[in-house]
Structure formats: C-alpha cells, structure tokens
C-alpha cells in the first residue's frame, strides 16, 4: 500500500486562505521546528526565542493574503523571522542604552560628580519608582534618565527654566528615595540609596 503523498506549501496555504484553519495549522507546524531553533540562536533566552516564534507566525497569519510566491513560503517565513530578529535586537539594544544612560544623573555630570546607578535589579527598582511620580516629576525626570539630557536642554524642550528643572529633578530624587526605602526588595535597598546618591 503507497504511503499518501503530503500536500504541498502552496496546496495547504491555499486551503488557509479559503479558510480552513487546519490547513494552517498544518503548515505552520511544518516549519516551527526550524523558527524555533533560528530563534534559540538569535535570541538572548529561551523565553525570548518562544515569543519571537510565536510573533513570527501571527506575523505569517496576517500576510497570508499577501504572499505572491506560495511555493516559496519557507523564504518568506524565515524573512518574516529575520525581520522580526532585527525589531528584537533594536529593541534590546534600546534597553542596554537606557541602563548606560541611567548609570550617570546628567547634571550632577557636569558638576564632575560620580553618583552612579549600579546593576540591573537596582535599575529596574528605580524604573519602576519613576513610573510612579507625578506627571511634572517624570516628565523631567524620563527626559534626564532616559534621554540622557541636561537640565539646560530640558528646559528649553518643555519651556521651563533650568533651575525649575533641577529643583523637579530634585524632588524626584527624594521621591524616588522614600519609593526604595518602601520597597526594600531582595536587600536591594542600601545598595541602591548609596547608587543613587541618596
């Protein structure tokens, strides 16, 4: 007895298109197995790499319609993949540029002074505190951390003048140093105040 003949890429993704959702399921699990490790290798973790595979696949869900080539759905998914690889690692990049911004407060920089966010977990502590001042606190507060600004050029962004900006920056400093001492999470707390300047 003949073994029966799998349907091809392009049979399958037309069936998907007509609706039959089997047939997607069918395709995608044709190739998943290859996304996953593309991404195992491009990826900074394992739950990164699950994430990615699976925003690939809704990607290929969405474009189906799109697709001029089905018999070449294989380079189009690995396109979508690269894609979406390349998103990640801007993204990641972001992340790590934040942190090395963070490291230094921008005026006490210009003053010559050393007072430094050290490490991940005190970063994420401090994040989590500016998330929680006032608007006109986080404002100046995001524009100096984040954006890696002086007080100077704040000002001029959001029309306010340089020492009202430093006296903000101040008082979202003793903000965020009552925020660490009320979540003194994982003996987090001494280590960061001493970071931070506190």
């Keep these: 007895m003949s073994k029966p003949v799998s349907p091809s890429d392009e049979t ?71 894609n979406q690889e390349r998103k990640y690692r801007a993204k990641m990049g972001r992340r790590r540029c934040l942190v090395e911004q963070l490291r230094w407060i921008p005026e006490s920089r210009a003053a010559g002074a050393s007072t430094m966010i050290d490490g991940r977990r005190e970063w994420r502590l401090i994040r989590r505190g500016i998330r929680a001042l006032p608007v006109e606190l986080r404002s100046v507060t995001i524009l100096a951390y984040e ?17 009202t900006v430093r006296t903000r920056l101040y008082r979202a400093r003793k903000a965020l140093r009552c925020f660490v001492e009320m979540h003194p999470e994982e003996g987090l707390r001494d280590s960061t105040l001493t970071n931070f300047g506190g």
């Design 12 to 82: 399958l993704l037309r069936m998907w298109r007509a609706g039959h959702l089997s047939a997607g399921d069918r395709l995608c699990r044709r190739y998943i197995v290859g996304v996953r490790r593309y991404f195992e290798r491009k990826a900074d973790n394992e739950e990164d790499a699950k994430d990615l595979t699976a925003q690939t696949f809704a990607a290929l869900h969405e474009k189906i319609q799109d697709i001029r080539d089905p018999d070449k759905i294989r380079r189009y998914l690995f396109s979508i993949a690269e």
């Design 147 to 163: 954006k890696g600004l002086t007080s100077s050029a704040i000002g001029e962004r959001l029309g306010l003048p340089a020492p």
